[in-house]
């Protein structure tokens, strides 16, 4: 079973993935964690950096598809382990997966052929990468504003030396990401977890025993 979290930057993917983890220790399930991109520990995630850090040029003078390649691609060096662990009948944990570069991408397109570019960087990979599907999505509900503000908080990350990145620094394009993980969201195996109460975060606790709460009530396998 492959579970992802998911949201825009500075939502607490990282954060409440690792937690799910320690519960999922706690009941002793068997897991694997899993980080994506997977910075600096794959060829495709160096090339991921310099996107980030404008190496390619300013986002819009550069095809979606291009960059979708390069995520799926980070995903691809890692798709014998993940099968592997499934195989073993362990449960895989990610700090994002195949919907972040969709929510990612599709934003970028023009409007008639979004529904294009979300089916074929599905198709992309599921089906030519042939990286295996998520079971469920974890949705981190929290705005741009809020997460924005979040972002401002965090450390120098170890792929920028800068305070935010080419997605991060350009708020009309997040409010869009936002959006559009909110449309996937009307999937049947999204969980989505409000991550506001009225205009603050969340305790971190309180999210995660909503997050665990949520997941039960779906598969009892993590009662």
């Known amino acids: ?46 090339e991921i950096i310099k996107y980030l850090n404008k190496e390619y040029g300013n986002m819009d003078e550069i095809h979606p598809k291009f960059i979708a390649m390069l995520y799926a691609g980070d995903r691809l060096e890692f798709k014998d382990k993940i099968s592997q ?23 970028k397109a023009k409007k008639e052929e979004k529904e294009e570019l979300r089916n074929w960087i599905q198709t992309l990979e599921e089906e030519i990468f042939k990286i295996p599907k998520y079971d469920y999505v974890v949705f981190l509900d929290v705005p741009f504003d809020a997460s924005d503000k979040m972002v401002e908080t965090k450390n120098t990350r170890e792929y920028t030396d800068k305070d935010k990145d080419i997605h991060e620094e350009n708020e009309p394009y997040m409010r869009k990401v936002y959006n559009e993980y909110q449309t996937l969201s ?14 603050k975060i969340k305790t971190i606790e309180n999210i995660s025993k ?5 997941i039960s009530v779906i598969d009892n396998v993590f009662m």
């Open 85 to 107: 662990g499934l195989r073993d009948g362990k449960i895989i944990v990610c700090n994002r997966y195949t919907p972040s570069n969709i929510a990612h991408q599709v934003v």
């Open 210 to 214: 909503e997050t665990i709460k949520a």
């Open 186 to 199: 009307l999937s049947s195996n999204w969980i989505k977890i409000s991550c506001m109460d009225g205009d």
């Open 1 to 46: 079973m492959i579970i992802a979290f998911e949201g825009i930057d500075g939502s607490g993917k990282e954060t409440q993935s690792k937690l799910f983890c320690e519960y999922l220790k706690s009941i002793n399930k068997d897991f694997l964690y899993m980080d994506f991109p997977a910075y600096n520990k794959t060829f495709f995630s160096k």
